[in-house]
């Protein structure tokens, strides 16, 4: 049986994560393939600190080039994260020939273009299936399983931290910053949130989902990304009043000359299968033109599932280099010309919360306002108030993003409105 050599750049968390499953089910992995992934050495800045695992620390260097450049060295997994070090040490596996297996969404987000024409220019591979959904299968999906089918849309819960929240607020009734402390005292969100609430690691993820199915990157700047700070829990009330939940979005979609990409809170009918999704854990719905929608339901992060998809690409890898088969998969799906659909032209129905003045007329104003920006009305949901403002919930029928945003911008400047507007888009 032959072997095959690993290293691996990066023994944090899913790291670890790996080795101890190297070490676990290595003979299985063996019986399944007829190859053997053998650990040669592990890169860490921290040689020293307990992973609880254990590993002989002649395998340990703080070296990542070395680890790289080692003949006995058959694949690079890169664990590391950002951009920095791991851009840097991913040029050098691939210009060296190697295949790299990386879990690092915001490395191909932001430099996919170049990483991939680089493992073409030298002949290898670059093996992301962790980079989106952690232990959920979707790049192996969308690469293989729906390699038939036209991606009509793509709609995932694709943060668990920001799942989390969203639900603790729903079954619990708390503020934002209340659940987001609870959520960093259980591990579920880091000191520095932003990444996770502000909607950037979903977008990250959403750019790879949009290449995969329509074969251009876009750049993040130019995706429309809104977190979930803003949200009050209020407004989770009012939406299942209304028979929705509220989940921050990714929403990827084919028209017919553009591609559609963007992440924000949107209510979801509580009907819909995405809006079963609670806690931690992720979805996608893939809706393929010849399969219909198809369901993806797991843990999209942690130790364990992460781990399990890296050596699950490991294995793929390790088949290649065994049979001379690199380059398995084109690197995009064969549209680089693919148009980003301006943030104005997206079409969705939203829910607004308006505080407004209690008297005759005020109402009327906002429809007037409405109705001047091409927006109609589905239903108003009006709460008794004590003060002299009022909660108006209004929920419209489809309109484009610049009409909705125009409005809003003329509404919050009226002598009736007291606060800033608060927008909630709806997918259904």
């Known amino acids: 049986m032959k072997d095959f050599g690993i290293g691996l750049l990066g023994f944090g968390t899913v790291g670890a994560g790996v080795v101890e499953g190297l070490k676990r089910n290595g003979d299985l992995i063996a019986s399944r393939l007829g190859v053997r992934p053998v650990l040669r050495w592990i890169a860490d800045l921290d040689t020293t600190r307990d992973r609880g695992v254990e590993i002989a620390p002649a395998r340990l260097t703080s070296n990542a080039e070395a680890v790289i450049d080692d003949p006995a060295v058959d694949i690079v997994i890169e664990l590391i994260g950002g951009k920095g070090a791991a851009l840097a040490l991913t040029r050098r596996a691939l210009q060296k020939g190697k295949p790299v297996v990386t879990a690092n969404k915001a490395l191909l987000a932001e430099h996919g273009a170049e990483l991939f024409g680089l493992a073409a220019k030298h002949n290898t591979d670059i093996y992301f299936g962790a980079s989106v959904g952690g232990g959920i299968p979707i790049i192996r999906v969308l690469r293989e399983g729906l390699v038939a089918n036209q991606i009509v849309s793509i709609h995932g819960i694709l943060n668990g931290t920001c799942n989390y929240i969203l639900t ?159 380059r398995r998969f084109q690197s995009t799906g064969g549209e680089a010309s693919v148009r980003l659909l301006d943030r104005g032209e997206a079409r969705t129905r939203h829910y607004l919360r308006l505080s407004l003045r209690d008297r005759p007329g005020t109402l009327a104003r906002i429809t007037a306002v409405l109705g001047e920006h091409g927006m109609s009305i589905a239903s108003v949901l009006q709460q008794e108030g004590a003060g002299e403002y009022v909660p108006v919930v209004i929920v419209t029928h489809h309109c484009l993003e610049r009409e909705c945003q125009a409005a809003l911008q003329e509404i919050a400047g009226l002598d009736v409105v007291g606060g800033e507007p608060v927008r909630i888009r709806i997918e259904e």
């Open 168 to 326: 603790r607020m729903e079954q619990e009734g708390l503020a934002f910053d209340d659940v987001l402390k609870e959520a960093q005292d259980k591990g579920y969100a880091e000191a520095n949130p932003a990444l996770d609430v502000d909607g950037f690691d979903t977008a990250h993820k959403a750019v790879i989902l949009a290449w995969l199915a329509y074969g251009a990157f876009i750049p993040t700047s130019q995706v429309l990304i809104e977190g979930i700070r803003h949200l009050a829990a209020a407004d989770i009330r009012y939406a299942a009043d209304l028979g929705y939940r509220v989940k921050l979005l990714a929403v990827v979609k084919r028209h017919a000359d553009a591609v559609e990409v963007r992440v924000h809170p949107a209510l979801v009918p509580r009907t819909h299968m995405l809006a079963s999704v609670h806690g931690v854990f992720n979805a996608m719905m893939v809706h393929g033109d010849m399969t219909g929608p198809t369901l993806l339901y797991g843990r999209g992060a942690g130790r364990e599932p992460t781990a399990s998809t890296v050596i699950g690409d490991v294995g793929d890898l390790m088949k290649n280099l065994l049979t001379g088969s690199a």
